[in-house]
Structure formats: C-alpha cells, structure tokens
C-alpha cells in the first residue's frame, strides 16, 4: 500500500508542476548573426548583458543557420554582445523585454572581419582531462598520452571510478552490473564478451566516455551501478575528410593496431565509414591453490594447479552510415555494423593432488586446443522531426542485431602416477555454437514547457531469442571413435519481451533551484526450454512481471563557485541469458560453469549528494542497497569447483569520491580521483550464512605536461585496495604508465609512444572460501607493453551555412549477451 502512496505523490507532483508551468507566460528573445560576405556564422557567442553595469545574465552560441535564441529572460533593460574569432565584436541597442511582448527579434549581426594580421598567431586549445557535470563526469579519451596503442577497454579502466576485475566484468565505484552505451545505443552484450567486443575498438576511435551513476528515466532501468556511454569520434565539417592511425605494440608478444574513417558531408546527404583492424597476442597463467578441508577443519588433501594460455585474436569492425536530411527539419538515418573476430587459443594445465602431508598422489595434465569465431552483424533506422525551434522533436529508433559464436575445443586429460607413469587418457571435443537475434523499437518525445521547463516521454520494446547448444564427444580407445558425451551435452534456447514506458519533468524553479523527476514502468516476460536427450528430459521456465522506477533529481547553486545535486534512483538487473542456462559446461577436470534458471533479477535503490567546487573539485557520496543480490558463487562437487551465478542475499554500499583538477603551472596539469567504498554482503549460500564486508580505496593520479613546439608528456597511475566481491577476497593492485607525444606535418599528424604498467603490477590475485574448501589465484598477463602510434587527419572543409548532422534517438535497452564460456 505505501509502495502505491508513494506513486501517487509523484504522480500528483508531476501534474502539479505541469500546471503550474503552463500558467506562465513564454517570452523569447532571438536574432542572427552573418559576415560581411553574407555567410551565416555559427558558433559566435551571444552575451546578454543588464544595460545598466553590462553584467552577464545568460550566454548562448549560434547554430549552424547563424540563429540564437534565450528562452524566457527576466523583465528588464538589456544589450546584446556578439563575438567570433576573427572577426571584430558588436553590441546591440538597449533594449527591453517585457510579458506584453512574447517574442524579440533583434536586428541582424553583420560581423567584420580584423584587420590585425594573425599570421603569426597560433591559437590552440586543449581538452581537459576530465569535466565534471552536474548529472554525469565526462572523460575526454585523446588527453590522455597513455591511451596511445590502447584499446577500448585499457581506456576505460584508467577513468575515474571505472574498475575491470579478473575476467573483464566492469563495475563503477565498486558495484558491478554497469550498463554500456555505444554512441547512446546499447551494447547488447555483457561479461567476457562485452570485454571482447571493448578490446576490439581502439582507444583512438573514441572521443568520450560519459559516466552516469544514476541515469534518469529516459534510459534503461538496467544497471544498479549506473550507465556508461562511450561516444565515437564523429566528423562534423563539411566536405571530405578522414583521420588514419596505426600503430604496433610490444609486451612479451607483438600487437598491431590500425584504424580509418571517412567522412563526406554536402548538400542533403551525409556518408560517413570506419573501419578498425587489431592483432592481439598475449598470454595468461593462472595459478590455483585449494586445501579441502574436513570436518573439523583439518585438511583432507591439497589442490595445486598452474594453467598457462597463449591466445591470438584479430578483430575487424566495420561501421557504414548515412543521414540524409529531408528538410532543415526532420532527418532519416541508417547504420550498418559489422565485426568479424577469430581467435584461438592453446591451453596446458598442471595439476598436482597431494594428501594432508603434501605427498602427491596423481598428477593431471590437461591440454586444450580452442578455436572460435566471433560475428556480429547490426542495422539502425532512425528519424528525427524537429517540430519548432523550442526544442519540441520527436525521435525514433528501429535496431535488429545478430551476434554468431562459433566455439570448437579439443582437451587432451592425462593421469600419472606420482612418478609419472601414464595411468590413463580422456579426450572430448566440444562444439558449442551460440546465436542471439534482438529486435528493438523506441521513440522518444521532448515537449518544452512555459516557465523554463521540459517534458519528455517515450516508450521501447524489444524482443531477443537466444539458442545455445554444446555437443560434447568423448573418444573411445577400444572403438577408435567419437561417442556423444550426452552427461555433457546441451541445448538451451530462451526467449525475453522487455515493454517499457516513461515520463519525466525538468523544471527551473528559480535562477538556483532546479528539479527533474521521472517514472519509468517495465514489463519483463521471458521463458526457457533446457532440451533433453537420452540421459535427461525437457525442462522449462517462464516468469512475467511488472516493476515501477521512480527518479528525482534536485538542483541548487547556492553561488558561482559551489553546486550542489542530490538524486535517487530505483533500478534492476536482469540474469545474463547464459546464466540461466541449467547445464554443467566443460572447463577442465576440476572447474565446471553452471547457470542457474531459478536466478531472480535483483533491486537496487540508489541515493547520491554531489557537490562542484568551481567546476575543478568535485565531492560525492553515495549509498546504495541492493536486494535479492546475485554474484559469482562457488560451490563444490567432489574435488571439483562449480562456479555459477546465484541469489546471495543484500548488499549495501557506502561510499565517497573526490576528483581535483589542479594546474600547478602552465606547463603542468594534475587530476586526482579518489573512492572509498564500503561494502557489506549478507545473506544464505547453499546453506551457509554469509556475512562479509570490507572497505576498498581506489585512487587514480594522472599528470599531463605541454611544452613548447608541440611536445607533450603524461604520467599517470591507478590502485586499488584489497576489497571483497561476495565470496572473494581480492587483494591490492595497480598500475604505472608514461608516454610522449609530438605533432608533427603542421599539426595534421601526432606521434605518441607510451608505455604501460610499467611494474608490471596489474596481476589480480586474492583468496575465496565456500564449504570445505579453501583457495587462492594469481593471474599474470601479458600487461606491460609498449605502443609507438601515428595518426593523421586529412581532407578540407567545404563553406556551407546547413545545419550539423542530426543524431537519431538512441535506443536505451540493455541485454545481456554471454555466449560461451
């Protein structure tokens, strides 16, 4: 009854608002400014000024047609000054803005270019590490030397509050379950294979990443620990332009990355393509120590094992677009995308099984061969109207996406005596192809209101079929065949509609106070079907269910140098669809995956106070609960381990974060982020009660130095405290990294050479307890490398007033896509 109460109260807000700001008067004040040739300037800044001191009431920039516009400036006596680099500035005639008036229309600007000779003047300007918004922190990927050679996901982990673990899962100021945008779009997939898909861009085809910890309701209710955004470089110029890199990497294996794209833009219709090559060799040795336990505690016998994988992979990624712009206002679009990536790997383990006195008693070694290929094939349809020039518009999206994984193993499992001698051999061969299809629909609507406020609405469905299937064969020696391994062998095939509505209010109150609130309501139904065979029967699930996530947002600049935020926020995270998947999946003879088809989505109610010291200091902190938590868990079957996803319990997380942006001096500029996150995990895991928590400090340094004829320099560095996720206790790491750049072909080229983890210090390595077993892993890869990179833009502008390129409504669904093991 209080959950319906308190809907209502927002509801009745929400109207309330409405009403109160259509009862005001809309005034607006516009007018364009052009050259002496008749061009229409875009971005010139658009000063208001009190007539009586010449202080700054509000500051705008024209568009593309020359136009600006201030919407409902307060009653009184005003000038306007108009300013553009390279030509001289103008004021307007005082003037007055009055509510009998509705609209203003200034006399046009005609701006005459300087007569001072700028031929020796060199302008430049210089993005900041980091800039730090009221609703999100935006991390600008080219400032930072030490993403030169580096993929995608490097450049994400080095951003402030970012963290990727062991097996590649991100998570943000310490809670994993991030939800991943490209370009506004969702990702569509999750785990491993997002990692592999973020390992495959290139840090040089981004242009910046966008961290929001508590998104509004427009986007996704997915992702208790907030969305990233990775925005993709997009030419904006008119004419034919392109922007080329390569580049090679060394650690103990040779890399090589290379990457195009191509812009053309004139008239009606804009062509743009990129396309993006990587050769990554590297390495991981896994160590794993277990000590299985007794009853009462003393040891039964020791586990000790040393798995060393040599992988190669190549990703190829395509992207084929065009916008053609039917009127100034409305705009279609369509993009294709492709990504074509094998890889392989070669696998040898030892395994060593000592009793209680560490005696051996067998050895194991086990050899795999894996082979696999990774396709995934996309196309968006998008529409944008723009109905006035208010800021009323309409947008839509339509999107299919299909994800192709082919996986081929061959393991090689070999017994010995404790001096070697061969006691008996097991080979399997596993085929287990994976495919996924997702349609998704979205529009979007933006309704300015009187009396400085906005209100948007939308609504999204989507539908995903998604078919697993592993064929297991096992050889047999006496029949010098392949025998179908059906203990082993499966297929799982799952099926989710995702309904979704959503309104919300933006509503400027006073010059200080601001308020945005919003209700977002999902409707989930999914079903799987686990395939028997001659061993096993059908089985199957299904579940619908409906869920409400109410945001608010409020707003207060107290001065020009401090502004404060406070928000809440009420999201979900769905299962992975391979984590439903019933079945045991093959690793080696003593690890096994396992889904759990009984897994509940989880909740979480998020709260965050922001303060912004002069846009360079920033403080936040956060407090989260999470209910019907699930996570990594492990359990136990025999000797072997049984890792699978399961409902553990709640978990509540505190934290505080400060980011500083200082500029020692000219030539030095230093960004300091610092979170302190405390977490606590409680619950029941199969049959144990679980009660951990732990703290966890996350610091990240970076230094960026600007000398003379186009030199730089960056040192940078992150760590991380020991901390704990569910049933692991992950000890302390970190990083080092140092690079320099030079431009060079006048500007138009940059040469960079980095180096990273320079100590070789990121190796993830901690402890995990469950039942009767105890353990420990270390993981070494190949993390230290060196990256020389040359990029190079080419083509020239063509002069022409049309408006910039219109992005189409990005669709805002989430699905969670882990194909394989």
Request: hydrophobic letters at 35%.
């Amino acid at each position: 009854m209080r959950k319906h109460y308190n809907l209502f109260i927002i509801l009745l807000l929400t109207v309330s608002f409405i009403s109160r700001a259509q009862t005001r008067t809309e005034v607006k004040l516009s007018g364009k400014v052009s050259a002496t040739n008749q061009t229409a300037l875009s971005a010139a800044t658009i000063t208001l000024l009190k007539a009586k001191d010449s202080s700054v009431v509000k500051m705008s920039v024209t568009d593309q047609d020359g136009r600006y516009s201030f919407d409902n400036p307060p009653q009184g006596r005003y000038l306007v000054s108009v300013s553009a680099v390279g030509y001289e500035k103008q004021y307007s005639a005082p003037f007055t803005i009055s509510p009998d008036r509705a609209v203003t229309e200034l006399a046009a600007f005609v701006l005459s270019p300087k007569t001072k000779d700028l031929k020796a003047v060199t302008i430049s300007a210089k993005k900041p590490l980091v800039e730090q918004k009221i609703d999100r922190m935006v991390v600008n990927v080219d400032a930072f030397i030490s993403n030169t050679g580096a993929n995608a996901l490097e450049a994400l982990e080095k951003s402030p509050g970012v963290q990727v673990d062991k097996d590649g899962n991100i998570s943000l100021k310490g809670k994993q379950n991030v939800i991943v945008l490209i370009d506004g779009r969702p990702s569509y997939i999750s785990g491993a294979e997002l990692a592999n898909m973020l390992k495959g861009m290139q840090a040089s085809q981004l242009e910046q990443i966008e961290i929001m910890t508590n998104p509004p309701a427009k986007f996704d209710a997915a992702g208790n620990a907030g969305i990233i955004n990775i925005k993709t470089k997009k030419n904006k110029i008119k004419g034919f332009n392109g922007n080329l890199s390569a580049g090679a990497g060394q650690g103990v294996y040779f890399k090589t990355n290379e990457s195009l794209s191509l812009n053309y833009r004139n008239g009606k219709v804009n062509l743009f393509s990129s396309y993006s090559f990587n050769r990554n060799n590297n390495f991981q040795e896994l160590e794993i120590f277990r000590r299985y336990k007794n009853d009462d505690g003393s040891t039964d016998a020791i586990f000790e094992q040393v798995a060393f994988m040599k992988r190669r992979n190549m990703s190829n990624n395509l992207k084929l677009g065009m916008d053609y712009y039917v009127t100034n206002k409305t705009t279609f679009g369509i993009v294709l995308s492709g990504a074509y990536n094998p890889e392989s790997s070669v696998n040898h383990n030892t395994s060593y099984l000592k009793d209680a006195a560490y005696v051996v008693d067998s050895i194991v070694t086990a050899g795999s061969n894996i082979k696999g290929t990774w396709k995934n094939a996309s196309v968006n349809l998008n529409m944008r109207h723009q109905f006035d020039s208010t800021g009323r518009e309409l947008t839509a999206d339509l999107d299919y996406i299909v994800y192709d994984n082919s996986n081929n193993q061959h393991f090689v499992n070999t017994t010995f005596e404790p001096n070697w001698i061969k006691k008996r051999e097991e080979q399997i061969q596993g085929v287990l192809p994976v495919s996924v299809n997702i349609y998704a629909a979205k529009m979007d609507y933006t309704h300015p209101l009187k009396g400085d406020a906005k209100i948007e609405a939308g609504w999204k469905t989507s539908y995903v079929q998604t078919e697993n299937k592993a064929n297991y064969y096992l050889y047999s020696y006496n029949g010098d065949e392949w025998v179908t391994d059906y203990g082993k062998t499966n297929f799982f095939d799952y099926k989710e509609n995702i309904n979704a509505a959503y309104i919300s209010l933006n509503k400027q109150f006073t010059k200080k106070w601001g308020l945005q609130t919003g209700l977002r309501f999902e409707n989930t139904n999914y079903k799987g079907h686990q395939h028997g065979n001659p061993t096993k029967s059908d089985s199957s699930f299904k579940r619908t269910y409906n869920s409400w996530f109410p945001t608010v947002y409020l707003s207060y600049g107290a001065d020009k140098n401090n502004q404060f935020g406070l928000s809440y926020g009420r999201r979900i995270d769905r299962p992975g669809y391979q984590s439903l998947n019933p079945f045991l999946f093959y690793i080696d003879p003593f690890t096994y995956e396992q889904g759990n088809p009984y897994l509940r989505p989880q909740f979480s109610n998020n709260f965050e106070l922001t303060h912004i010291y002069k846009g360079k200091l920033t403080t936040t902190l956060n407090y989260s609960l999470t209910e019907d938590l699930f996570n990594e868990t492990f359990d136990q079957l025999d000797k072997a381990t049984i890792v699978r996803r399961g409902n553990i319990g709640r978990r509540e997380n505190y934290g505080m974060a400060v980011n500083a942006q200082i500029r020692f001096a000219q030539w030095l500029t230093t960004m300091v982020y610092t979170n302190y996150s405390y977490t606590r995990y409680s619950g029941n895991l199969y049959g144990e009660d679980l009660d951990v928590s732990a703290g966890t400090l996350q610091m990240n340094i970076n230094n960026q130095l600007s000398f003379k004829k186009g030199w730089g320099a960056e040192v940078s560095g992150w760590y991380r405290s020991r901390g704990v996720d569910g049933q692991i206790l992950m000890e302390p790491m970190g990083q080092l990294a140092a690079g320099v750049s030079k431009q060079v072909l006048k500007g138009k080229g940059t040469v960079k050479l980095n180096v990273r983890d320079i100590l070789y210090t990121q190796v993830p390595n901690g402890d995990i307890n469950f039942k009767k077993t105890e353990a420990r892993f270390r993981n070494t890869r190949d993390t230290r490398v060196a990256n020389l990179t040359f990029t190079y833009r080419f083509g020239k502008p063509i002069k022409s007033t049309n408006g910039q390129r219109k992005k189409g409504g990005a669709s805002d669904e989430q699905n969670r896509v882990n194909m394989g093991n």
